[in-house]
């Protein structure tokens, strides 16, 4: 079973709006924080937003505040990630994530779920 099924990625002009969704099982849900990075190739992977075990907390990364809003759903054991004023910086690949809330901000960890990446590219 693939732990984390990311869609919703895409290609739109700067200005526009695209939401990711990241799928998980009870479990995964349940246990963990959740979070998003993104990664641009010859870049390190960067933080982009998390979100605490039933939304008990929020964190964003600089470059996303104020335009990017994380969220779950727990009926649907789904994340997401509401993307607005995207700029042509925020073309990457977004990977959904999955980890202890103490870790979850970190670039990695011995005990990180990863998705398998979903391509996000904005025009100028």
């Known amino acids: 079973q693939v732990p984390l099924v990311e869609s919703g990625g895409g290609l739109v002009q700067a200005g526009g709006s695209l939401r990711l969704s990241c799928a998980a099982s009870?479990?995964?849900?349940?246990?963990?924080?959740m979070g998003w990075f993104r990664q641009v190739p010859g870049k390190e992977r960067e933080f982009v937003a998390a979100?605490?075990?039933?939304?008990?907390?929020?964190f964003y990364g600089d470059s996303v505040k104020g335009r990017f809003t994380i969220s779950i759903d727990n009926d649907l054991m789904t994340m997401y990630l509401q993307m607005n004023d995207l700029e042509p910086e925020d073309t990457a690949v977004y990977y959904c994530?999955?980890?202890?809330?103490?870790?979850?901000?970190?670039?990695?960890?011995?005990?990180?779920?990863w998705g398998q990446g979903t391509q996000v590219t904005v025009s100028s």
């Open positions: 979100i605490g075990s039933g939304s008990s907390a929020t």
């Open positions: 009870e479990r995964t849900f349940r246990t963990y924080a």
């Open positions: 994530a999955a980890d202890m809330f103490a870790r979850i901000r970190d670039t990695d960890s011995g005990r990180r779920l």
